[in-house]
Each structure stands twice: as C-alpha cells, then as structure tokens.
C-alpha cells in the first residue's frame, strides 16, 4: 500500500472520528492565540489531519489521491524506496507545518481565529508535482484542463489576494505557503528538476 492511501486512510479516519468528538478537536485543532500561551506546538502538524466537513475532507484527500502518487513514485525513483518516502513525507508534513507559520504569526494574540485542514501539506504535494510535470494538464471539475504551471501562477495570484481579503473562513495563507514550500524543497532537493520545468515550458505549445 502506498504512503499517499496510507495518508489518506489516516487523515480521514482522525478526522471523522473528530467530527463527533469535540474534545480531541479541540485538542487538536490549530489555535495560535492558544499555542503562543501552552506551547501546544504539536498543533502545527495534529491540524492537519482535522477538518472542518465531510466536503472539506473529500476535497482534500482526493487532490492528494491524485497528485500524490505521482509524487510519492517520482520521489521513489530518485532516491530508493525507503529514501523516496522520507523525502515525500517530508513535502506533505513539512508543507502542513511551515505553511501554518504565518498564520501563527499573524494571529497568535488573536482568541478568535483557529485553523484546521491538510491544504497546506496537500498544495505542497501538488507544487512538487507540477514542479516535476508542469505542462501535464489538471482538470478543474473534468471540464476545463489547463497545464499545471499555468494553473500553478494563477493559484498562487488567488491565493496571494484572498490571503490579503480574508474574510471567506479560508486560510488562504496556508495554501499559499506550502504551494511554495513544496515546490521549493523539491528544487533543492532534486535541482535537476529546474532545468527540465524550463525546458518543458519552453517548449509547450498552445495547440501542440
């Protein structure tokens, strides 16, 4: 079994059990104002496997379904199962920790605001990938298929303004900064890849 179905089995199970269990929601959930005071830094990564509703959930974990395992495979292939793994879990859990960051900082003296979902580990995964296959088409409702650094610039645009709105229950943040992560812990780490993401987008074409 894949560490991405693991990942997912995992995160949904958590998250449904925590739906009727507001105590371990509570326990877990991202709470700035409430880590800045306990040290609850555990919070940073428990978050990231709570989420608000069932469409929330879905959404997420079918993103990471299919971005994921191509990830999780392309990660394998460089450096070796067990290697690939680590490097993978690497994107996911450090892109649900470092695009909470921000968010900590911005909000830890704010009592209202709390956060909670796998966003920022899954646009994590999904940069890698378009950082890997960026001419690879994604489908938006199985409609409209667009080549993922073209979706990647405009998802990052969005993401940057909505961040700056607020206002929507979103953290807009957290999908800004762990799409940038991701994509930026890939390219260290397998700087090979930047030469080719040029050279792809170079090279594609409109109609090709």
Do not use: Q
Not at 55 to 61: D, E, S, V
Not at 118 to 133: C, K, N, R
Not at 160 to 182: P, T, V
């Amino acid at each position: 079994m894949s560490v991405t179905i693991i990942l997912i089995i995992l995160t949904a199970v958590i998250s449904w059990y925590a739906f009727s269990n507001h105590s371990l929601m509570e326990k877990w959930i991202f709470y700035p104002y409430t880590v800045n005071r306990d040290n609850s830094w555990y919070r940073f990564i428990t978050s990231g496997f709570l989420h608000a509703d069932f469409t929330h959930l879905f959404f997420n974990m079918f993103t990471l379904y299919f971005f994921g395992s191509n990830v999780e495979y392309t990660f394998k292939s460089w450096f070796g199962e067990v290697n690939g793994i680590l490097i993978y879990l690497l994107i996911y859990i450090g892109g649900i920790i470092v695009s909470d960051i921000p968010t900590y900082i911005k909000h830890r003296n704010d009592p209202g605001y709390r956060a909670l979902g796998a966003s920022g580990g899954v646009a994590a995964v999904v940069f890698s990938s378009i950082l890997f296959y960026p001419t690879a088409d994604i489908c938006l409702y199985a409609v409209l298929c667009v080549p993922g650094f073209i979706l990647g610039v405009l998802y990052l645009i969005y993401s940057y303004f909505s961040g700056k709105r607020m206002g929507d229950n979103i953290n807009h943040d957290a999908h800004l900064y762990g799409a940038l992560y991701g994509f930026i812990v890939s390219l260290a780490i397998v700087p090979e890849a930047g030469p080719h993401f040029i050279n792809e987008i170079a090279s594609w074409r409109l109609f090709s």
